[in-house]
């Protein structure tokens, strides 16, 4: 089985600072997906970025970047100019390359203070 | 379009009762997925539908728990003979199985479900 570990429970940002959340996983498979969703307090999980683990460059989606090492079977989300809306839980997920079912880590708590 | 939808968005039930959540798809999505998101276990895969059929139900984490689709779209999650343990927030999810394995998932807002 894969695990997903977050190692921050919590984090607190200022505005339009820069924050790295971190992520570790284990797993034998050699090709696999990874994920960042973010959910606010509305409950909904919104994808915030994605990764393929056979490419080697890093995936950016605007503000946000990953830092993909995956000898390390690390994988932090970079959040740049932090905004008050970015205030939200974060997960980091797995999925297997021929799998469906996301594996979830437990989550950090991302305060962003004005 | 609309996204992903649930219903009731919150519940509260005594232990003992019968409790029946619903999903609706994002519309033209195939594959539709139930998690169960709790403070002691994080977020937990449940079920994962492929048009009406369930491939893999492994997830369920007791016979009380059930789960269907009809006609390709809406998936009821039943509870049966609810207990506290049971209190959780539960997430539905729909992609479109289009057999590309890097959909994306769509969430919808959760169901919170308090037993008593």
């Known amino acids: 089985a894969q695990t997903v570990t977050q190692s921050q429970p919590e984090m607190s940002v200022q505005e339009a600072e820069t924050v790295t959340l971190s992520c570790t996983y284990d797993?034998?498979?050699?090709?696999?997906?990874l994920f960042w969703y973010k959910q606010p307090p509305s409950r909904q999980m919104i994808l915030v970025i994605r990764?393929?683990?056979?490419?080697?460059q890093n995936a950016t989606e605007n503000r946000f970047s990953v830092n993909f090492q995956k000898a390390a079977k690390s994988f932090s989300l970079k959040i740049s100019d932090s905004q008050l809306g970015d205030t939200a839980m974060y997960f980091c997920?797995?999925?297997?390359?021929?799998?469906?079912?996301?594996?979830f880590g437990k989550g950090t708590s991302l305060l962003v203070t004005p | 379009g609309a996204g992903v939808s649930q219903s009731p968005s919150n519940k509260v039930t005594e232990k003992g009762k019968d409790v029946e959540l619903r999903c609706d798809p994002i519309?033209?999505?195939?594959?539709l997925y139930w998690y169960r998101q709790s403070l002691g276990q994080g977020l937990e895969f449940l079920i994962y539908?492929?048009?009406?059929?369930?491939?893999?139900k492994s997830g369920l984490p007791s016979d009380r728990f059930s789960a269907e689709r009809t006609g390709g779209s809406v998936s009821t999650l039943t509870i049966q003979r609810t207990q506290q343990e049971d209190s959780a927030v539960y997430l539905c999810?729909?992609?479109?199985?289009?057999?590309?394995?890097?959909?994306?998932?769509?969430f919808g807002p959760g169901t919170r479900l308090l037993v008593l």
């Open positions: 997920a797995f999925m297997k390359i021929d799998g469906y079912a996301l594996n």
């Open positions: 797993t034998s498979e050699n090709n696999y997906y």
């Open positions: 519309s033209g999505h195939t594959a």
């Open positions: 990764q393929e683990a056979y490419k080697q």
């Open positions: 539908f492929q048009g009406n059929s369930a491939p893999d």
């Open positions: 999810a729909s992609s479109l199985g289009s057999g590309s394995l890097q959909e994306t998932q769509y």
